[in-house]
């Protein structure tokens, strides 16, 4: 079966560096997404790795290894609205996206 | 418009009545999707679209119809509400499926309570 793994939660300190892992098994891979899922808001695009290594966008990174079916998303100088869930997605060879089921990342003063 | 609407906002039903959930998107594109979003899962698709007129069964489809009229509106019905559809259901469009990036835009979301 298709399986996208990552933690339930995490706990970070304002001004800090936190990391999000994700690991994945799928039926083919067309590219990995990350999403973020602020409290009772639909997701939003964050960005799309398909190639290995790592892809910088501002305060956010996201790193991604093919061959160890593996993502992680970088996030620095964490700031209070960063709280939100974090959804890692795979697109397989179908082109269907396969979800996984978010961490929540919490911020603290 | 501006994006991806979804219509009602939040809905409560009785068990065995019939609902469709509207999506409208402006974006003109060609793939649209439907999601049931539940505490502790992922997202889970239950039906989709390459474009108009086409649709095809996600992941959880039972229970759930969809249509593509038109390229703008993919509405999902429920025939009969059962507890079990009780969740946040979000319409998502994209470019294109099967190429690109494929990057999936989201509306806000319907809460739905089947009692």
């Known amino acids: 079966g298709q399986n996208i793994d990552q933690p339930t939660e995490m706990t970070a300190t304002e001004g800090a560096i936190v990391q999000i892992n994700c690991t994945y098994q799928?039926?083919?891979?067309?590219?990995l997404f990350w999403y973020q899922q602020h409290a009772g808001e639909a997701p939003t695009f964050l960005s799309y790795?398909?190639l290995d290594g790592l892809e910088e966008k501002g305060r956010f990174s996201s790193f991604l290894s093919r061959s160890k079916g593996y993502s992680y998303l970088l996030l620095k100088e964490l700031q209070m609205k960063d709280s939100a869930s974090y959804l890692c997605a795979v697109l397989d060879s179908n082109y269907q996206l396969i979800w996984g089921a978010g961490t929540k990342l919490i911020i603290k003063p | 418009i501006a994006g991806i609407t979804q219509a009602p906002t939040s809905q409560i039903l009785a068990a065995g009545r019939r609902m469709t959930l509207r999506c409208t998107q402006d974006?003109?594109?060609?793939?649209m999707y439907w999601y049931r979003q539940d505490l502790g899962l992922g997202l889970r698709l239950i039906h989709y679209?390459?474009?108009?007129?086409?649709?095809g069964k996600g992941e959880v489809p039972d229970g759930y119809s969809v249509s593509r009229a038109n390229t703008d509106d993919f509405p999902l019905t429920l025939a009969s509400a059962v507890p079990s559809q009780t969740s946040v259901y979000f319409c998502?469009?994209?470019?294109?499926?099967?190429?690109?990036?494929?990057?999936?835009?989201f509306g806000p979301g319907t809460r739905l309570t089947v009692l």
């Open positions: 998502a469009s994209s470019d294109s499926r099967g190429a690109g990036t494929d990057t999936q835009y």
């Open positions: 790795n398909v």
């Open positions: 679209s390459n474009t108009a007129g086409t649709t």
């Open positions: 799928t039926s083919g891979f067309n590219g």
């Open positions: 974006m003109r594109h060609n793939a």
